[in-house]
């Protein structure tokens, strides 16, 4: 534990200006982000004696090792610095809502030569209109299935509509005039888009204009004695009517709003937000978090407001934000939006009528996702703790490893040897800090000499983060000291999918140490783990095997095995650390394997683009007859200039000829087809 008057900013030194602050802990990651109008009076606060502070600000000032700020010139830009900074360093003190599950939205994909209307989930991509989010995926098939027969939109895959293409048939929606069948020509690509816009503009909310456009239709049809076509209409009509009726009109004005609220107690909140467009509320969605850093709702509410529209723009930010509470800077968030929006957005807390009553049903729904979350979490707490506490328990652990990191060694035969690092915290996965790893050390297969490789890797890219820091004053060797932030590309690590290269302060990184490292394997890994970390000097790391035949737990020197109970929850926990490492190995060992059986001789040669590598294949038909063919027939192809066909020539005379195919019913040798191997 820290004193804070260690690293407390001397008198005069910090600006008496807008700005935003980091906290940072001792091994120089970021544990706490914070804006204020005045750096000089926010900072002093966190310098008071201890016992005048929150508990929570106590543990945070007591945990940090230094404190370093940034000035801007407004508070809208330490705003949007704050936002980006937490989003960048996920710092442990911040208040952060994580949503429990992805939502899903309707989205039209308008980016798109033909558009279509789909259930999409996950991150918004650019060119897509998206409608929501919805509470199920099935509540938007059901709208989007009524709305059909008024808006023949494409909603088949991109597969589909290509067979369908090729085909010259349309799918059953084309047949049953659920879908305008553009894949065919029913419909020209300006005709199909302007069909999309319309859909887009009902959903949207302007659904009166079209109604009335619909019903004018429909009466002059049947002045024109058309009554087929007045009788559908009708049906068109009474579609939409029943579209419209899933979402019940909530205010009268046609109001776009959003309407967030909280529900909290001293430990978490809960946040619920109604997303209402044109009167009717068209999403819904929550968090939870807990209150890791002393906040009242206001800075609830501002939170809220920074993960719900950090990412948004335009018309994603509606013209009204109702809230429980006004932020602290109040004018600085709402001209944050304002400017997200490219419109005047309005930021309140509604006083009467009917959006102070919805306002009430969104506060109901927030307490009764914090109740729920709260009874779920009840029992997750107390068996992760016991699963915990059993673990060092059984390992003779001083305490419970909070942070448990275990490794995995997978190959095909003794080819492409790799290994994963997994990383547990509090009993949970933290897979933004999952590595992987090429063994480079040697050839073949041996995963006792993998496991010490892999160990002394990792461990020495911990050591070489304490060393910057002066934490560590221990030559290393050149290999520790090459392993900086863009070490992985040199020493053989590979980040994981999602992974950055970050430098000081952010979380996915080698910098942390844990508790216990556990390897898969008997005693042989644990003792190669073992003696990787002896040498170099690390002895505060407890480590154990899990032997799969038996769930075997095996300690560093002991003969004997540690056996826990079948029922254990800290059996459990350790199976599941040992799998997810072996699922997470295995996968990249997956890949290097199906990217080299992808990999083809003209690969390797410079200038030569995908394009022309297929313009080759189905010149000659076959590698293995191009392979045959003189640098005079490979010019004849287009595109292909003499210094190309030579540079072609030469990479398929190095490279072996691939192995015949066989076809296994027959045992017949057959010719190379049109494969790139």
Not at 216 to 237: C, H, S
Request: with cysteine; net charge neutral.
């Amino acid at each position: 534990m820290a004193d804070p008057s260690s690293y407390r900013p001397k008198p005069g030194e910090i600006p008496d200006s807008p700005g935003v602050y980091k906290f940072r802990d001792e091994h120089r990651r970021v544990i706490y982000v914070g804006k204020a109008k005045s750096l000089r009076q926010r900072l002093a606060n966190y310098f008071q004696p201890l016992a005048s502070l929150h508990p929570r600000t106590a543990t945070m000032v007591t945990t940090a090792a230094s404190v370093e700020w940034t000035v801007v010139s407004t508070e809208v830009e330490a705003l949007q610095l704050e936002y980006s900074w937490i989003k960048e360093f996920d710092p442990r003190f911040n208040v952060k809502y994580r949503d429990d599950k992805s939502y899903p939205y309707l989205a039209v994909t308008l980016n798109e030569e033909y558009p279509r209307v789909q259930v999409m989930r996950g991150q918004k991509k650019k060119g897509v209109r998206y409608f929501g989010p919805y509470a199920h995926a099935w509540a938007i098939r059901e709208t989007v299935d009524l709305m059909l027969r008024v808006f023949p939109v494409r909603t088949c895959s991109a597969g589909v509509f290509r067979n369908a293409a090729s085909a010259g048939r349309p799918c059953l929606l084309g047949y049953i005039g659920k879908c305008s069948a553009p894949c065919v020509g029913r419909i020209d690509p300006e005709e199909h888009r302007e069909l999309a816009e319309e859909f887009c503009d009902f959903m949207a909310g302007r659904t009166g204009t079209y109604l009335r456009r619909l019903e004018k239709q429909m009466a002059l049809a049947a002045e024109d004695m058309e009554y087929e076509k007045a009788a559908r209409l009708r049906d068109d009509i009474a579609a939409l009517r029943r579209a419209m009726e899933k979402n019940a009109v909530v205010l009268a004005d046609a109001t776009d709003a959003d309407l967030i609220a909280l529900a909290e107690d001293e430990l978490e909140a809960a946040v619920q937000i109604f997303h209402v467009r044109g009167g009717r509320v068209r999403g819904q969605r929550g968090w939870v978090t807990d209150k890791v850093e002393a906040v009242d709702t206001a800075g609830l509410v501002e939170h809220a407001l920074q993960q719900l529209y950090g990412e948004e723009r335009g018309d994603a930010v509606p013209k009204e934000v109702l809230v429980p509470a006004l932020p602290e800077d109040a004018d600085a968030v709402g001209q944050w939006l304002s400017e997200r929006r490219g419109s005047q957005v309005s930021l309140r807390v509604p006083q009467r009528g009917d959006k102070k009553d919805l306002m009430a049903t969104v506060a109901r729904n927030a307490q009764q996702a914090l109740v729920l979350h709260k009874t779920k979490r009840a029992s997750d707490l107390t068996t992760r703790s016991r699963a915990l506490e059993e673990i060092a328990e059984a390992l003779d652990l001083d305490s419970a490893p909070l942070r448990i990191e275990c490794f995995d060694i997978s190959h095909l035969q003794g080819e492409d040897v790799v290994a994963s690092m997994v990383v547990f915290e509090d009993g949970l996965p933290r897979k933004g800090e999952y590595r992987r790893f090429q063994i480079k050390g040697f050839e073949g297969q041996d995963d006792v000499r993998s496991m010490h490789e892999v160990i002394s890797r990792r461990f020495k890219r911990y050591l070489a983060e304490k060393e910057k820091t002066g934490e560590w004053a221990v030559p290393l060797d050149g290999e520790a000291h090459d392993n900086d932030g863009e070490g992985p590309a040199r020493s053989g690590e590979v980040p994981a999918p999602g992974e950055g290269r970050d430098e000081d302060g952010r979380p996915k990184r080698f910098a942390y140490p844990p508790q216990l490292v556990v390897v898969d394997g008997g005693q042989p890994q644990v003792a190669a783990a073992r003696r990787a970390l002896d040498e170099l000097g690390i002895d505060d790391i407890a480590v154990c095997g899990l032997a799969k035949r038996l769930e075997e737990v095996w300690l560093p020197g002991d003969d004997d095995p540690v056996v826990l109970p079948r029922s254990s929850e800290g059996l459990y926990l350790l199976q599941r650390v040992r799998d997810t490492a072996h699922d997470f190995a295995i996968r990249y060992q997956r890949q290097k394997r199906n990217k080299k059986v992808r990999s083809s001789p003209l690969d390797d040669v410079r200038g030569l683009g995908e394009t022309r590598k297929q313009a080759l294949i189905k010149h000659f038909g076959s590698v293995k007859r191009l392979r045959q063919a003189t640098i005079e027939q490979i010019c004849e192809v287009p595109g292909m200039g003499r210094k190309t066909a030579e540079a072609v020539a030469a990479a398929l005379a190095q490279a072996a000829p691939a192995a015949p195919a066989v076809n296994t019913a027959t045992g017949e040798i057959m010719e190379d087809g049109g494969s790139t191997e």
